[in-house]
């Protein structure tokens, strides 16, 4: 679908040039004051996702999907098609608005992610971000020492990143309380690594060679990131997002020991600054570590209230570290989603067994979908989930599931 006719200025600006929007229009949708509600408490038609990332009861696990709004769906490959190129499509509000909703009216997903890229931070600090095809991002000046670093600054979140808000303005307001918005960012690490190698990496040659080398500077940059992610994902709250995730995808690389300094500690202090409260709401912060279950004991500690899992953890181990001191996300393989709608179900309810009773699961896959996944099997996951989690919440002696006896 698209959005309606609160985006036509949208169109009306963009004959100037694809990714490139009048100030003034960025000053109609800025600020809190450009959303009906903002200010109050939101009504939802459905708020089980906000619910369960505080960890409150819930009547059924929500599910939503990393890169649900992506090339797996025919209708997202024809909005792409219409914009252009990937950045042109993350650049203009209303087509990000079109793709976000997209999901939503295929499948009875529980939320809404902004469409939009992690690495927008470092593209609006001058690196010029572009993708080449079969090789994914690159940047046209990566950072290579001090004096690169030096020159870097926090960008405008209202100029620079304008797009980017006005698109989670025009979400929320065709969202209308359907369901929540999530907003998100890359990790500092995680945007550090792509600055520093100029790309996608399989090596991390250079950000390992400026982390063993040239531990200050990269802590600068580290520093120079977590500012910006902060500042970034405040605004994205500011214009109406009401939840965040950072998605630290570089993160397992690391040992231990780098984890903690170069990472999870950047991530710490982002959550310690954040703006948590917004509309009357708790505004929940999710992290997620790719390859970071074995650190889920320290994340929990992080100050954040939710924490993704990626496939290769058991939720049973990864409930027993946390010790449900905050929700889990996850954790379904996406290569599930080449199997058959009847094995899909199966690896539901052993996701759901798995997490066992109570609150504080939020279901997803463990990394983001597969762009060649037929869009009936993710129809056949949400409705697994819907059908089979109900049984994982209610009390005992009303048809509830003892989480010893396994799966009936």
């Known amino acids: 679908m698209r959005c309606s006719i609160r985006c036509s200025i949208l169109r009306a600006e963009s004959q100037r040039g694809a990714g490139t929007w009048d100030l003034e229009f960025s000053k109609v949708l800025a600020g809190p004051e450009s959303l009906p509600g903002i200010g109050s408490v939101t009504?939802?038609?459905?708020?089980?996702?906000?619910?369960?990332?505080?960890?409150?009861?819930?009547d059924y696990t929500p599910v939503w999907i990393m890169r649900q709004a992506g090339r797996y769906l025919p209708e997202y490959r024809a909005t792409r098609a219409r914009a252009g190129n990937f950045l042109d499509l993350c650049r203009n509000p209303e087509l990000a608005c079109e793709v976000t909703l997209q999901p939503l009216d295929r499948f009875p997903l529980d939320a809404a992610i902004l469409f939009s890229d992690i690495l927008t931070i470092p593209d609006a600090m001058g690196l010029g971000l572009y993708f080449t095809e079969g090789e994914g991002p690159r940047f046209e000046r990566p950072i290579?020492?001090?004096?690169?670093?030096?020159?870097?600054?926090?960008?405008?979140?209202?100029?620079?990143?304008?797009?980017?808000?006005?698109?989670?303005?025009?979400?929320?307001?065709?969202?209308?309380?359907?369901?929540?918005?999530?907003?998100?960012?890359?990790?500092?690490?995680?945007?550090?690594?792509y600055m520093v190698e100029g790309g996608g990496t399989k090596l991390f040659a250079r950000s390992k060679a400026m982390l063993f080398d040239r531990p200050d500077l990269m802590h600068g940059l580290l520093s120079k990131l977590s500012e910006s992610v902060t500042a970034y994902l405040d605004a994205q709250i500011a214009h109406g997002a009401q939840a965040v995730m950072i998605f630290d995808t570089w993160g397992?690389?690391?040992?231990?020991?780098?984890?903690?300094?170069?990472?999870?500690?950047?991530?710490?202090?982002?959550?310690?600054?954040?703006?948590?409260?917004?509309?009357?709401?708790?505004?929940?912060?999710?992290?997620?570590?790719?390859?970071?279950g074995q650190w889920l004991d320290r994340m929990a500690k992080?100050?954040?209230?939710?924490?993704?899992?990626?496939?290769?953890?058991?939720l049973t181990d990864a409930r027993s570290l946390v010790e449900d001191r905050v929700a889990l996300q996850g954790n379904l393989d996406p290569g599930i989603l080449y199997a058959a709608p009847e094995r899909i179900r199966k690896?539901?309810?052993?996701v759901l067994a798995s997490y066992g009773r109570g609150p504080g699961h939020i279901f997803n896959l463990g990394h983001g979908i597969h762009p060649d996944v037929d869009p009936d099997h993710v129809a056949a996951l949400v409705d697994a989930v819907h059908a089979l989690s109900p049984a994982w919440h209610r009390t005992a002696g009303a048809g509830a599931i003892d989480r010893d006896a396994g799966i009936p």
């Open 43 to 58: 009504e939802f038609a459905n708020d089980t996702l906000l619910r369960a990332l505080l960890r409150q009861d819930v």
């Open 144 to 193: 290579r020492d001090a004096a690169d670093v030096q020159r870097l600054a926090v960008p405008d979140m209202e100029d620079e990143l304008g797009y980017v808000m006005d698109a989670v303005a025009v979400i929320r307001r065709e969202l209308a309380g359907r369901v929540p918005l999530i907003g998100f960012s890359g990790s500092p690490w995680t945007l550090a690594v």
């Open 252 to 292: 397992g690389v690391l040992t231990p020991r780098d984890y903690r300094e170069f990472s999870l500690d950047y991530m710490t202090r982002i959550t310690a600054g954040l703006t948590r409260k917004a509309e009357g709401r708790q505004v929940p912060v999710i992290l997620f570590t790719k390859g970071g």
């Open 302 to 314: 992080s100050g954040c209230d939710a924490l993704g899992v990626d496939w290769t953890q058991d």
């Open 347 to 350: 690896e539901v309810e052993r």
